[in-house]
Nanobody
Framework: QVQLVESGGGLVQAGGSLRLSCAGSGRTFSSYALGWFRQAPENEREFVAVISWSGGRTYYADFVKDRFTISRDNAKNTVYLQMNSLKPEDTAVYLC?????????????????WGQGTQVTVSS
């Protein structure tokens, strides 16, 4: 069992930055691939970024490449999402998730545990 708690969301102006954190519980946290997804009102949940259990592989959605960076600290059971050059269309609830996959999955069905999410609002 893994529990995930996100933090770091808030209101920021376009062009600004935020760093999201997701703290996990459980002794096996370091064995999970960790992903970030987002969901805006009336939209489906969409993939943002994922990092493998070792941290050696990452994969990003095209719309965040060169703006967002995912990282993890297994000693702290935490995954991060550094978001730079934020745009109003990045406004959404951001959720972290854990997958038993040994790869870097981008599909929601590949994830076993989900956090509650943190709101990110980017003003124009």
């Amino acid at each position: 069992q893994v529990q995930l708690v996100e933090s770091g969301g808030g209101l920021v102006q376009a062009g600004g930055s935020l760093r999201l954190s997701c703290a996990g519980s459980g002794r096996t946290f370091s064995s999970y691939a960790l992903g970030w997804f987002r969901q805006a009102p009336e939209n489906e949940r969409e993939f943002v970024a994922v990092i493998s259990w070792s941290g050696g592989r990452t994969y990003y959605a095209d719309f965040v490449k060169d703006r967002f960076t995912i990282s993890r600290d297994n000693a702290k059971n935490t995954v991060y999402l550094q978001m730079n050059s934020l745009k109003p269309e990045d406004t959404a609830v951001y959720l972290c998730a854990a997958s038993r996959s040994s790869g870097v999955p981008k599909w929601t069905y590949a994830y076993d545990y989900w956090g509650q999410g943190t709101q990110v609002t980017v003003s124009s």
